[in-house]
């Protein structure tokens, strides 16, 4: 069973910066076809803000480049999200996920998310 746990969200002013950490359990990280970051701003859908894919290099939204870094430390089966430079229009519920191959077929797993608000 594969599961996501994302810490590090918080309430910060504007301008400031949060760290998101998504532990990884149940699959290696380095052998997933892509970890990704996401958020869910108030009353609207889920988006791309941030992803890996396997042997890729990171990909960003246009929101987020510049502002924020996707990372993973394959050693602690961890990935993370530096977010700098942030503005209201960030406030979201923001969740990791992971799609791997098993048994060959492929699947999409999902933190249960960690809220970001950020202040005016």
């Known amino acids: 069973q594969v599961q996501l746990v994302e810490s590090g969200g918080g309430l910060v002013q504007a301008g400031g910066s949060l760290r998101l950490s998504c532990a990884v359990s149940?699959?290696?990280?380095?052998?997933?076809?892509?970890v990704g970051w996401y958020r869910q701003p108030p009353g609207n859908q889920r988006e791309l803000v941030a992803s890996i894919s396997r042997g890729g290099s990171p990909v960003y939204s246009d929101s987020a480049k510049g502002r924020f870094t996707i990372s993973r430390d394959n050693a602690k089966n961890t990935m993370y999200l530096q977010m700098n430079s942030l503005k209201p229009e960030d406030t979201a519920v923001y969740y990791c996920?992971?799609?791997?191959?098993?048994?060959?077929?492929?699947?999409?797993?999902w933190g249960q998310g960690t809220q970001v608000t950020v202040s005016s």
């Open positions: 149940g699959r290696s990280i380095s052998s997933a076809n892509a």
């Open positions: 996920n992971a799609v791997v191959d098993n048994l060959f077929k492929t699947y999409t797993y």
